[in-house]
């Protein structure tokens, strides 16, 4: 269970004109009184010996950083700076993990890291996606910079135990108030789990010699030595996981695969889409077939809504659709598609629920209003979401399939099969060849289960959208409403409302039953606003089915250990919601990199989650047969 976040409480100290943060909480500056970017620099960047092995990188090697405490961030703008300047001419991949108990609040971050101006830039770059206080692994992606940022809000003790391993970690900054301040994270717990996510090879730096760190770092077998500190400190660590004796005098073999990967998605839904994108930004070529045209399927509505509901705050760390919001809102900011609004969320069942999380998220997040605060007549009081989105599928949709790296084929897939060089080779439904790749991505929703002998039951559901011209009668195009259905502008003249909801049902036609259920929906939440629309008669729709399972998770992952055949399928009606978060998640365990999401949600998620396990039958017992008895 996460806990709320409380941000940074600070004083300010001015030193020959730099002001420096000291925290209230721990007694103990953020940074160096000498200078906080030259520690960075000597502690950990040169500590780690950063610069030799970031400027030796393959193409297509991922590199992995870990850090104990963001504070201002200055030192993953050290880093960063750093690989801007010797970052090789290939799609090397740089990425940090950082945790941070108290993170500073937006203006506090801003104000620390403006005396820094040679990274303003940068700063700027990362200010524009910090996160909102919520406890969880919120991901920061900057594909232009080859870099990404893992920033994991909450108590050291309490993270790094969830996290999964998938890539070892390469390199360490122990950092965090001095251990006099603030022991936990220091502690043999964090130390351990420190070490369970590295591996042989693996450095450590960090500007505390204190013998509860040296220890806990060499009852694991790491070497330290303590070169000079900065400034004032005599000393530092500096320390490597090398080689047990056993292995000094053999060769490690690295299984990891430095070569642009070729990729087939099978589905060009807004799973495909977003699983194309973020291979594609990693620098992967990618195939896309669909027996249809893209967005043929649920996917293909004139405009979808970001919707969350959020979870209780204390739950927020693991709930999905929590740690999916902010990462699709800054994802889909990307794109011309999207646009910013906020959801006007009616609380029609319980009141109280809805007052908690007003107050347990900051005002930045929910505002609650009386039903006489809203513009629209209604009878109930609403939770208005200030940071949501819009985005129109289709022009999304073109401007994913105009990258140089992604391709698209309307051809119907039939199958797929493991080549004895562990690739996968897909066939058209004709048995013809058509392809052979690294990997294969089945991203059909339902028909998803024709590809593996296991796969979770999706549930179908009928839904049903409705557009009307409401010119006289428009609603602020920057607000929708959601009522257990929605409504917004789809443009100047048109307004939408949906959807119907029909489990077991795979019939797809345009019903006017289904435009009276969305006129109920809007009239039952805003009845003297549905009685000035237009009869449902004269309404237009799509229909479309969705899939579900029957726990509500997505289902992402490899089916099958043994070939590299995945699968992301399942949304329901929250596709484009979780898309951008999943396909990151899958990509990370396609390419074998840090994964954004604790390990029991992780689990969650797998294909094979529920899947009964076979057990042999053993023999019932027989007593030895008396040879007498033969005789």
């Known amino acids: 269970m996460s806990k709320a976040i409380q941000t940074a409480d600070l004083d300010w100290q001015c030193i020959d004109g730099i002001e420096v943060p000291i925290s209230k909480h721990f007694g103990d500056v953020y940074f160096s009184r000498d200078n906080g970017l030259l520690e960075s620099q000597h502690v950990f960047l040169n500590g780690n010996d950063l610069k030799t092995r970031l400027e030796n990188l393959n193409d297509f090697e991922y590199f992995c950083v870990g850090e104990t405490g963001f504070g201002t961030g200055l030192n993953i703008l050290a880093l960063w700076q750093l690989w801007q300047h010797i970052r090789p001419n290939n799609q090397s991949h740089l990425h940090v993990i ?38 969880g692994c919120q991901r920061l992606n900057f594909p232009e910079e080859r870099f990404s940022i893992d920033l994991w809000l909450g108590d050291a003790q309490d993270i790094l135990p969830t996290m999964p ?87 490690l073999k690295s299984s990891a695969i430095f070569k642009q990967r070729q990729i087939a998605i099978i589905g060009a839904g807004i799973a495909g889409l977003n699983c194309a994108w973020a291979f594609a930004q990693r620098g992967h070529q990618v195939m896309i077939y669909d027996q249809s045209a893209p967005l043929a399927g649920a996917s293909g509505n004139p405009l979808a809504l970001l919707n969350p509901k959020l979870s209780p705050i204390e739950q927020s760390s693991e709930h999905l659709m929590t740690l999916s919001w902010q990462f699709a809102l800054n994802h889909y900011k990307k794109f011309k598609a999207f646009r910013p609004i906020s959801v006007n969320q009616l609380v029609q069942k319980d009141p109280q629920e809805s007052l908690d999380l007003a107050h347990q998220y900051s005002q930045t997040v929910f505002e609650y209003q009386t039903a006489a605060q809203l513009k629209l007549t209604t009878q109930f009081d609403n939770l208005k979401l200030k940071h ?44 013809e060849e058509i392809g052979t790749f690294d990997h294969v991505v089945v991203c059909c929703a339902g028909a998803s289960k024709n590809f593996f002998s296991y796969f979770p039951r999706l549930r179908p ?53 289904d435009h009276v259920h969305n006129y109920d929906l809007i009239h039952s939440a805003f009845p003297e606003y549905a009685e000035s629309l237009a009869h449902p008669s004269e309404w237009q729709g799509r229909a479309s089915v969705r ?32 898309a951008p978060l999943c396909s990151e998640i899958l990509a990370a365990l396609v390419l074998k990199e840090a994964c954004p999401i604790p390990q029991d949600l992780l689990n969650k998620l797998r294909p094979t989650r529920g899947k009964k396990k076979v057990r042999i039958k053993k023999p019932y017992y027989q007593a030895p047969i008396d040879k007498a008895i033969l005789d």
Request: aromatic share 10%; hydrophobic share 35%.
């Open 98 to 135: 950082t945790i941070e108990k108290f993170p500073l609040s937006k203006e506090d971050l801003t104000r620390a890291l403006d005396v820094w101006t040679e990274l303003n830039p940068i700063a700027k770059q990362l200010l524009a996606q910090y996160p909102l206080p919520i406890a």
């Open 165 to 251: 391993k998938i890539h070892p970690i390469n390199a360490w900054f122990l950092d965090g108030f001095s251990p006099a301040c603030n022991p936990d994270i220091w502690s043999e717990n964090v130390l351990n789990h420190i070490i369970r996510l590295s591996d042989i090879g693996t450095t450590f730096s960090s500007f505390s010699v204190a013998g509860v760190l040296k220890r806990g770092l060499t009852q694991h077998g790491i070497s330290i030595s303590r070169p000079r500190g900065f400034g004032h400190k005599n000393e530092m660590l500096k320390a490597v996981w090398n080689a047990p004796e056993q292995l000094k005098n053999t060769e």
């Open 388 to 431: 949501a989105g819009a985005i129109y599928p289709q022009q999304l949709c073109d401007q994913i399939l105009d990258h140089p790296l992604i391709h698209f084929q309307q051809l119907e897939i039939s199958d797929c099969l493991k080549l004895e060089n562990s690739q996968i080779q897909i066939l058209h439904h004709t048995k």
């Open 461 to 513: 559901i009928r839904g049903q959208v409705s557009w009307l011209e409401n010119i006289g009668h428009t609603l602020h195009p920057k607000q929708a409403y959601s009522f257990g259905g929605y409504c917004m502008q789809l443009d100047t003249q048109r307004l939408i409302i949906g959807a119907s909801f029909y489990p077991e049902r795979e019939d797809s036609k345009v019903l006017l039953e």
């Open 547 to 578: 899939s579900q399972t029957l726990d509500y998770f997505p289902v992402v992952g490899q089916v099958d250990d043994d070939q590299e055949l995945y699968t992301f399928s399942g949304l329901g009606s929250k596709g484009f919601l979780f």
